[in-house]
């Protein structure tokens, strides 16, 4: 992926020493790491590693215990306010209301996000996905991969600066996620978008990622691009690396000596 | 339009489509207080026949159930609708959206008003031509009386919604809950001094007290009382504050506990 035309100095995302204690569970231990403007990052790790968990903190709906973080210039702790209107999220764990339809659906985040000529902004988002057929229906009797449709034009009605995706291609078949990945890298390469991924789809984060960050049990485990981490771990695969690091590589060597 | 008003205006477009697409949901707004109407009216009739009391103001009992209406429809329209983006796990998307808390809540209040004023219209038309009672006949201290229960019930609906937060769906039942607490001792159908006395301090810690005094005060006496108006508007302002406060401490909660995107059944 060629991202050096949409960099400038200052980073996306910051994030530094970042901390969240449930009362005694430490989901994420003091973090940091840095996505460069016009990059897409992966975010990778098993279930628990505290991917979700930094996701939510970046995107204000949960209160880190410690730690900083600062997207497009402005702090989240305290200004968050400022940069909510250039960024967005989208996750099929996290739905839309059921019984309204994707037009009413589209137009209500169009409003949340203050855009103007709402009819015609909802009618674009639906064309560029394939969605006028099902402006109105329903999202409730949405398919899967329709219900990700929907889900990702909300995400993108705002034309986000940053974008925040958890799993997006998750419980979809292969034809209709490869039509997402590439829905993605035209988004980015036409909004010079900055792009968070967590995934447990190596295939994908190899395909989209300049960069990854491995995290296991709230901490990050290694960093770096798809290629570096392959070659360092002496893999063929970046799944391989993910399994190494999930099942802790010294570990699995000595069993297998 | 402003970015506030655009973000309330967008919250106020999802509930007016939610209400849109179901007509049971409609239905049922209008059906209770034509229920209560009915019920009452016919009680209001046998009286009428056997109590020189209620001669003496006939639709007092209409009134009041119609504007005990008023105070049940504003609490349930906003804590209803809260309770609606916690059922479709709305909540986190909603947040990371630029859409404020305090946005949230006039908004709630704004669907609490289209919600009672749907509720309570049919009502209040039918009672005259069943039961001889035109409530508009209240005049301006109808829009008072209106004023101040809406206000009420929106303070009841936040403290519920902030609870509901806290608390999780587990505790929904709140909505009707909260609002029956205070029936018997607010005096809808009845003046405060038929109350024990340790109860009647207590019933005038409530707006509402003020307003079902004040509205048998122009139907007995056709004498409109400014200070039960003042008690009921400093009182309301007083529980607004409070409650919008418990909502937003409640919002700030659950941003540290992780709750608004974990909420749902």
Redesign the interface.
């Known amino acids: 992926m060629d991202s050096s035309s949409c960099g400038t100095a200052s980073p996306a995302i910051q994030v530094s020493k970042l901390t969240k204690d ?1 009362s005694g569970t430490m989901a994420v231990k003091n973090i940091s790491f840095t996505v460069e403007r016009g990059t897409i990052v992966g975010l990778l790790g098993g279930n628990g590693a505290g991917k979700t ?1 930094t996701l ?1 903190m970046l ?5 880190p215990t410690a730690g900083e973080i600062t997207i497009l210039g402005a702090n989240m702790l305290t200004e968050r ?1 400022r940069v ?2 250039r ?3 989208s996750s099929p764990y ?8 994707v037009a ?1 659906n589209l ?8 855009l103007k000529d709402i009819k015609n902004h909802v009618h674009r988002m639906a064309e560029g996905l394939a969605l006028t057929e099902l402006l109105k229906t ?1 999202v409730g009797d949405l398919s899967a991969g329709q219900k990700t449709r929907a889900s990702l034009a ?1 995400a993108l009605i705002n034309d986000p600066d940053v974008l925040l995706l958890d799993e997006p291609t998750a419980s979809l078949d292969p034809d209709t996620a490869d039509w997402v990945r590439g829905y993605f890298e035209a988004y980015h390469k036409k909004a010079c978008a900055t792009i968070l991924l967590a995934s447990h789809n190596m295939g994908e984060v190899e395909r989209l990622c300049h960069n990854v960050v491995m995290m296991k049990a709230g901490v990050i485990a290694d960093q770096g691009s798809p290629g570096g981490l392959i070659s360092r771990y002496g893999r063929d695969n970046l799944e391989d690396v993910f399994l190494d690091i999930a099942r802790d590589a010294s570990d699995v060597r000595e069993t297998l000596s | 339009m402003s970015g506030t008003w655009q973000r309330i205006w967008a919250m106020v477009l999802r509930h007016s489509y939610l209400l849109r697409s179901s007509w049971p949901r409609l239905l049922e707004l209008a059906y209770w207080p034509t229920f209560q109407l009915l019920l009452w009216g016919f009680i209001t009739t046998f009286f009428l026949q056997h109590s020189s009391w209620i001669a003496q103001a006939a639709g007092v009992l209409i009134s009041a159930v119609l504007l005990w209406d008023v105070l049940f429809r504003a609490n349930l329209g906003l804590a209803l609708t809260f309770l609606e983006e916690m059922w479709a796990r709305n909540l986190g998307q909603l947040f990371i959206s630029p859409l404020r808390p305090s946005e949230l809540i006039a908004s709630l209040m704004f669907i609490s008003l289209i919600r009672t004023l749907i509720s309570v219209t049919p009502a209040a038309f039918l009672a005259l031509p069943l039961f001889d009672v035109w409530v508009f006949d209240l005049g301006l201290g109808l829009a008072a009386f209106f004023f101040n229960l809406m206000v009420m019930g929106w303070a009841i609906g936040l403290l519920v919604s902030g609870l509901l937060l806290r608390l999780g769906l587990g505790a929904e039942s709140l909505c009707w809950l909260g609002i029956f607490l205070i029936a018997p001792i607010t005096g809808i159908y009845y003046p405060v001094e038929v109350l024990p006395d340790w109860l009647e301090p207590v019933a005038w810690t409530l707006p509402s007290t003020y307003v079902f005094e004040g509205m048998r005060s122009v139907l007995f006496d056709q004498v409109f009382r400014w200070d039960l108006l003042a008690g009921a508007v400093c009182l309301n302002l007083l529980y607004l504050l409070l409650c919008s406060g418990v909502f937003l401490w409640m919002f700030r909660v659950a941003r540290y506990q992780g709750k608004l995107l974990q909420q749902g059944e």
């Open positions: 449930y968990t939510s995107l204000g709906v949960l209160v306010h909510l209107p960024m967005n999220f996290v739905g839309m209301p059921a019984r309204l339809t009413e137009s209500i985040y169009a409003n949340l996000y203050g329903p909300k």
